[in-house]
């Protein structure tokens, strides 16, 4: 009987990717890493697209791909949309301007529409980012409470900042207990902060997380959470019920980061799942439709804290002083509530307001399918995820409920099909979740499914993925 090799999914990918390598060779001479971002990067070397268009790439070498990054879930309508070029082009040809620097009507009109889908949010700010978005939430919590210290969850992200870069990927050696996580940095760099850690608390496991929570409870302005960890591993009920009810005993700030979340668990997020009010909501990525944006809304005497008094901010030098900078929370930018922006949001949001059911039922097709392959073929997949997000996961236990389970799984396996499914032509970015937009369809289901055929029909387990 023929002995079938392993083959390493690197040599096709070199084949296929020759001018991705050239021109990463190139970048690198004048970016570290030849990257603008770090979550670009993987190795050996990242594909370099040039053209996008609904569901797919294309990259330098002309191949084609079915994209599942989607911009990290940010272009929940796919590549280009036609609505919302459309909506760009009107809002620049009626306007006449990029941008206004003043209040605009647009900025109204958003925020309502906003609100009609998160009704915790009395009122809302505008920012550029969703990592500018959950620094003024916190900012938010600290001045509302008056206190200084905030709680993450282990396996969280919610932006690259010192307050809240601990312990989203922690080595297991440094990790601590799984009841009582260390606070792990992320960065270099970060030293001068040491004595700022967040507590950090174990997702889904309300007893552990309560006990911290009563521990602290007297230094915590605010708790920041995913509701659905990464996009992908839902809270359980209990535990969200629970941890609202603590917050609230304790008048710790509760502030649910729904960046990611936001119009992808649902249209209402993960709130709208748990049926959860949270004191902050951020929300970033989908809102924006593949445009810098980030939003904080909540609740009226937490964002009022950032109403302008007399003087509109700390550069109002010299007129009067009726109040101190002090009072108000300062909070400003450039290009917050920009027109274009809330134009290709105002679309997205449309949009997803027919078509939202529909790459539901994509996704959930999927997910099914995908299990079905990996069943027939003996390998063991499974899925995890809420909404049109989800991520593959390499175990035959699907009960994945934290970053320590995850950490269980087999993570090698999911990258060596990671690559597989690169040199056919699908989009993941290795080890990343899948992320489904609305111009996802028959078409892409079947290249999808035929190219996992095809991987899964390989001898699998090669070794040096790592
Ligand atoms: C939950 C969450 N919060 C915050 C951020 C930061 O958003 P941005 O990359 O727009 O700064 C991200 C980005 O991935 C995120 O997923």
Redesign the pocket.
């Known amino acids: 009987m023929a002995i079938r090799k392993v083959e390493h999914p690197f040599i096709q990918y070199g084949a296929k990717t020759g001018k991705s390598y050239k021109e990463m060779k190139e970048a690198e001479k004048f970016l570290p890493g030849g990257v603008t ?1 770090n ?1 670009k990067h993987f190795a050996p070397y990242p594909i370099v697209m040039n053209k996008g268009n609904g569901a797919w790439l294309e990259d330098v070498d002309g191949n084609q791909y079915v994209d599942y990054l989607m911009a ?3 272009l929940a309508l796919g590549h280009g949309h036609d609505d919302i070029k459309k909506a760009i082009q009107d809002q620049l040809f009626e306007d006449g301007t990029f941008l206004f620097g003043t209040p605009h009507s647009l900025e109204t009109t958003f925020a309502r529409k906003i609100k009609s889908y998160y009704p915790s949010m009395d009122k809302i700010r505008y920012t550029n ?6 620094l003024l939430a916190i900012r938010l919590a600290s001045a509302y409470t008056g206190k200084k210290k905030i709680a993450k969850f282990e396996g ?5 900042y010192n307050e809240v870069l601990y312990s989203i990927n922690p080595p297991l050696s440094e990790a601590g207990d799984e009841d009582k996580p260390n606070a792990v940095p992320e960065s270099a760099g970060m030293d001068f902060y040491l004595d700022q850690k967040p507590l950090v608390l174990p997702f889904n496991q309300p007893d552990a997380t309560e006990k911290l929570i009563e521990e602290h409870a007297t230094e915590l302005a605010a708790i920041i959470i ?1 509701p659905v960890q ?2 992908f591993i839902p809270a359980e009920q209990q535990f969200m019920d629970r941890l609202r009810n603590v917050t609230k005993k304790h008048g710790i700030v509760l502030i649910f ?5 936001g119009f992808r668990s649902a249209l209402g997020g993960g709130q709208e799942i748990y049926n959860i009010k949270p004191d902050i909501t ?1 929300l ?2 989908v809102i924006g439709g593949g445009f ?3 939003l904080v809304g909540g609740k009226e005497e937490i964002l009022s804290i950032s109403k302008p008094k007399a003087a509109g901010d700390v550069f109002d030098v010299g007129q009067g002083a009726e109040s101190s900078a002090k009072e108000i929370l300062f909070h400003s930018g450039t290009y917050n509530g920009h027109p274009t922006i809330l134009a290709a949001g105002l679309a997205t949001i449309q949009r997803l307001e027919q078509d939202f059911d529909a790459t539901l039922a994509y996704t959930n097709t999927l997910r099914e399918k995908i299990e079905d392959l990996g069943k027939k073929a003996n390998v063991p997949l499974s899925t995890v995820g809420l909404g049109t997000i989800f991520s593959v996961i390499c175990t035959r236990d699907s009960n994945i409920r934290h970053y320590r389970d995850l950490q269980k799984t087999n993570l090698e396996l999911r990258k060596e099909m990671d690559f597989h499914l690169l040199n056919e032509g699908i989009y993941t970015k290795p080890l990343n979740r899948y992320s489904i937009s609305t111009s996802h369809g028959e078409k892409e289901l079947e290249a999808t499914l035929n190219a996992y055929q095809t991987v899964l029909n390989k001898r699998l387990g090669g070794d040096g993925m790592s």
């Not at 969280?156 to 690259?160: I, K, Q, S």
């Open positions: 971002a979550i990290y879930g940010s980012s969703g990592t500018e978005a959950t969280h992200y919610h932006g690259g995913e990464g996009g980061d729904e960046v990611k979340t951020t970033g990525k810098p944006i980030g």
